[in-house]
């Protein structure tokens, strides 16, 4: 059966509609793109037009390639200062001669509709509710839940270890007891740890999940988006041949996209 993220995201989204219009402070959501990556350039709108869709304010500054680390901090102050503001995001990636840690490390926390702030992902680690979950695995655990597919005891491999997905991942699905194993480029024997799993997150933006790896009745979630030789969109996952081994599969597209567009909004439509 296929994960519908593009339906449980639409409720998803109508719901923070109807409680953004209810609420008293209009969020105001800001987001920062450097330099002209069309891939970010197509997440930004799309982030644009979801915040249109549910009454979230939101701005995109357009700053060139050739914008210094400093300018980039002094443009983060302003926002966190601004007390219109009260969501900043800066798409990643940025250009080479920017610092990215440094960047996001300048974010208020409090602001950091991303949750990649220190402030943020420490809070996760060490179990204090943070300002905001990374939107992807936040999104991912939304999908999860509203098919009641069980985290608590599941055995999770998890493919894939960066900032934006699998090490949040890895701290929320610990938070809801699953018992966690992340793999990497590095990891011996992934085929084995992929059959042995009750559900299989993979993240890494190369087709690395084919047939027979999985585990019967086990549920696959596709979080890889890329285009193959022929142009056409594909995940990390050769769902023609994985799906029927499969209880639960998510779809590239309309399956962790737009729970990861939803997830945003959730997070830009909290004011602090
Ligand atoms: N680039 C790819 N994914 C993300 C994300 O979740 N947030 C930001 N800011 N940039 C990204």
Not at 47 to 71: C, R
Not at 99 to 125: C, H, M, Q, W, Y
Not at 204 to 229: E, L, P, T
Request: hydrophobic share 40%; proline share 4%.
């Amino acid at each position: 059966m296929n994960l519908d993220g593009k339906a449980v995201a639409n409720k998803i989204l109508d719901r923070i509609k109807q409680e953004v219009a209810l609420n008293g402070k209009k969020p105001h959501l800001a987001v920062i793109l450097v330099g002209n990556d069309s891939a970010s350039e197509i997440y930004v709108k799309n982030k644009q037009k979801a915040a249109e869709k549910v009454g979230i304010l939101s701005t995109v500054i357009k700053l060139p390639e050739t914008t210094t680390q400093d300018e980039l901090l002094t443009k983060i102050q302003e926002l966190n200062n601004n007390d219109d503001v009260t969501g900043i995001l800066v798409q990643l990636p940025l250009p080479e001669h920017i610092d990215k840690n440094s960047v996001v490390t300048a974010i208020s926390a409090k602001k950091d509709v991303d949750g990649f702030t220190p402030e943020n992902v420490g809070r996760l680690a060490i179990g204090l509710e943070p300002y905001y979950y990374p939107a992807t695995p936040q999104g991912i655990i939304m999908l999860l839940d509203e098919y009641n597919i069980q985290l608590e005891g599941a055995d999770v491999v998890v493919i894939g270890r960066s900032n934006i997905v699998g090490k949040p991942m890895l701290q929320m699905l610990l938070k809801r007891n699953a018992t966690v194993t992340v793999c990497h480029s590095y990891t011996k024997d992934i085929e084995n740890k992929i059959k042995t799993a009750d559900i299989v997150i993979s993240a890494v933006g190369k087709k690395v999940v084919r047939c027979k790896m999985v585990k019967k009745n086990s549920v696959v979630v596709d979080v890889g988006i890329f285009r193959d030789a022929n142009n056409q969109l594909t995940g990390d996952v050769d769902y023609a041949t994985v799906a029927e081994s499969t209880a639960y599969i998510s779809p590239v597209p309309g399956g962790v996209g737009p729970m990861t567009i939803a997830s945003l909004m959730l997070n830009a439509s909290k004011v602090y």
